[in-house]
C-alpha cells in the first residue's frame, strides 16, 4: 500500500487527479489562507478536535490535535500544534513590537519590511477641520488583520483520501519533515 505525502505546493487540481486516477492514496499540505474552501468552510468547522500528546526522543512532549472536515466529497484534517501556535503568537508579538517603533520614527522606515506591511493599514490624516491633513501618520496597524492572522496560529490542514484516522494522517505528514 502506497500513499504520497507532500506539502502544499503539490495540491494543484491536476496532481490531485492524477492521484486518484491511479488509485493512490495521498495526504497533502492544503493553503489554509488561500483556499477559499479551507479558509471560509474548513476552518470554520467547529467539530471537536482529538488531543494527541506526543513525547519526543529528548523527552519534551508534544500537545497536537486533530479533526476531519468532509466537504463536497473531499475529506480534510485540521491539525493544531500547541508549541506552534505559541512560537507563531511570540513571533507576531515581537513584529509588532518592532512595528510600533518603526511606527514613531516615521512612515519611510516601514516601506522595505514586508513582515510589517502585512500587519498596516493605510489612514487619512485629517485636520482639526475634518479635511485631509499635510502631515500626521499614514499607517496604523490593522488589529483586524492581527485577529485574522491569530486564527491560523499552529494550525495546518490536510488534504487526504488515504484510509487512515485524523491522527495517523497528522503523524505521516509531520514525517515529511525528518525527509525534507
Known amino acids: 500500500r502506497v500513499c504520497v505525502v507532500a506539502d502544499r505546493g503539490m495540491i494543484s487540481a491536476p496532481t490531485i487527479e492524477g492521484l486518484e486516477e491511479r488509485g493512490l492514496e495521498y495526504i497533502l499540505g492544503a493553503r489554509e489562507r488561500t483556499d477559499r474552501v479551507v479558509h471560509e468552510v474548513v476552518l470554520a468547522d467547529d467539530g471537536p478536535f482529538t ?66 506591511r502585512r500587519y498596516l493599514r493605510r ?31 499552529g494550525i495546518f490542514v490536510l488534504r487526504t483520501n488515504a484510509r487512515v484516522t485524523p491522527l495517523q494522517a497528522m503523524l505521516r505528514y509531520r514525517e515529511l519533515l525528518a525527509v525534507e
Open 51 to 116: 488531543p494527541l500528546l506526543v513525547e519526543r526522543a529528548n523527552g519534551a512532549e508534544t500537545q497536537l490535535f486533530a479533526k476531519e472536515v468532509r466537504h463536497a466529497g473531499r475529506r480534510y484534517i485540521v491539525c493544531r500544534n500547541e508549541a506552534e501556535a505559541e512560537k507563531d503568537r511570540a513571533d507576531r508579538q515581537a513584529i509588532i513590537a518592532g512595528l510600533e517603533q518603526q511606527l514613531q520614527r516615521g512612515d519611510k522606515a516601514l516601506i522595505g519590511n514586508s513582515a510589517y
Open 123 to 153: 489612514v487619512a490624516p485629517t485636520n482639526a477641520k475634518g479635511g485631509k491633513a499635510k502631515s500626521g501618520p499614514a499607517f496604523e496597524v490593522d488589529i483586524g488583520k492581527l485577529a485574522e492572522e491569530a486564527r491560523y496560529d
